[in-house]
């Protein structure tokens, strides 16, 4: 257990992450999936798993771009590949979804039109459990799209009253069955729960 003084030291690193989270993962007003660090970024040292052994301990940064471990360090000969910025339209409706206060409601109700803006592209890649996801999202912010969501999530279950795997634009993309994984059952699970939040909101009156 921590004692007070850890407790409070805790805590002022939680809010120093809470005051600079937008900063690195909102710059320009766009929410990315990670931040890539340059080299030049990066610790020298950092506490956990070793990138080639797998060894738990501290790790020294090699110039490989690998964090590594005394044993390792140095004889990693793979160069890491330039870190690059992903943007994975999943991540605009987690704001949502998580209650987020770290975003205004304007940049709340812009990141979920952005989404829907991918999810109407038919080249654009989306996860089974997006749709779920965008219409709690809607329903939480009594957008009006929301009504005409909710058709197309009950339309799109398939005969087995699961989702797609994948889907480009409204179109399924497939999906694997694989005895004993779960990924038709999580997207079940989401969509299900995304589908039963809207309907006990209905009968509040909103």
Not at 56 to 67: A, I
Not at 102 to 115: D, G, P, S
Request: hydrophobic share 30%; glycine share 10%.
């Amino acid at each position: 257990m921590w004692d007070s003084q850890q407790l409070d030291e805790q805590w002022k690193r939680f809010q120093t992450v809470k005051e600079q989270y937008k900063g690195h993962f909102y710059p320009g007003g766009d929410l990315i999936t990670n931040r890539a660090f340059s080299q030049s970024q990066k610790k020298r040292f950092l506490h956990g798993v070793c990138q080639n052994c797998g060894s738990f301990g501290w790790n020294e940064l090699d110039e490989s771009g690998y964090y590594l471990c005394r044993n390792c360090f140095g004889a990693h000969k793979e160069k890491k590949p330039v870190p690059e910025t992903y943007r994975i339209p999943s991540v605009k409706l987690m704001p949502v979804y998580i209650g987020s206060s770290l975003f205004k409601n304007e940049e709340i109700e812009k990141m979920v039109r952005e989404f829907m803006m991918c999810r109407s592209d038919s080249q654009e890649k989306t996860v089974g459990y997006d749709k779920g996801i965008l219409l709690y999202c809607l329903t939480k912010l009594h957008m009006p799209a929301a009504e005409k969501m909710l058709e197309e999530v009950l339309e799109q279950a398939d005969g087995t009253g699961g989702w797609s795997e994948y889907y480009y634009g409204k179109r399924p993309a497939g999906t694997r069955y694989r005895p004993g994984k779960a990924e038709s059952t999580w997207k079940l699970f989401w969509n299900t729960l995304c589908f039963r939040d809207e309907r006990a909101k209905r009968r509040k009156g909103g």
